[in-house]
């Protein structure tokens, strides 16, 4: 079976969490008196990695029905209960707030986006499979499209099945 590009995407997010975790450890044995890690260069890289995957887990979660995203492949009840977890909801507010806008109010009440600890430490990676799942389970059923303005528009997956009008699906038409 190919994968779909929304599979592609939250495969991406579980291995920016996997290179989060891996740099973090590596800044915290770096923190040691007896290391000479440059621990300047790794927090850098620590924040780089958080940034992109809180960037790219918000965007699995946008609304815009012209995004590649969960609400425009699963069913709305289904997003809604991944993203009513706390650290789905603390992702997208740390980047709508203060990596994509930096919100003024956000800000002057000390807000700085999340600890790293905090996010590898929930369940996210948990929650990341269950929504690769569910979006891999539809592209086994062969629900490949979804219907945006009586337009047929190709949202998860790729299929070497002709469409009716003689076209095969392609990224093309995102």
């Not at 790219?56 to 425009?72: G, M, P, T």
Request: charged letters at 30%; one cysteine or more.
């Amino acid at each position: 079976m190919k994968k779909g590009y929304l599979v592609y995407l939250i495969e991406n997010c579980l291995k920016d969490l996997e290179a989060l975790e891996r740099v973090s450890k590596e800044l915290n044995k770096g923190m040691n008196l007896s290391s000479n890690a440059d621990v300047n260069y790794l927090g850098v890289i620590n924040r780089c990695v958080q940034e992109c995957l809180i960037i790219k887990v918000a965007s699995l979660f946008d609304r815009n029905s012209k995004s590649i995203a969960l609400y425009n492949a699963l069913d709305k009840k289904d997003v809604d209960k991944l993203r009513k977890n706390s650290i789905i909801k603390k992702i997208i507010r740390v980047r709508n707030k203060f990596i994509a806008h930096n919100d003024f109010r956000y800000l002057e009440i000390r807000n700085f986006g999340l600890v790293t600890a905090d996010i590898i430490t929930s369940n996210l990676k948990e929650l990341l499979k269950e929504a690769k799942q569910k979006v891999e389970k539809l592209i086994k059923k062969g629900n490949w499209f979804m219907k945006l303005n009586d337009e047929e528009k190709f949202v998860v997956g790729f299929s070497s099945v002709k469409k009716p009008n003689g076209l095969s699906p392609t990224l093309e038409k995102c």
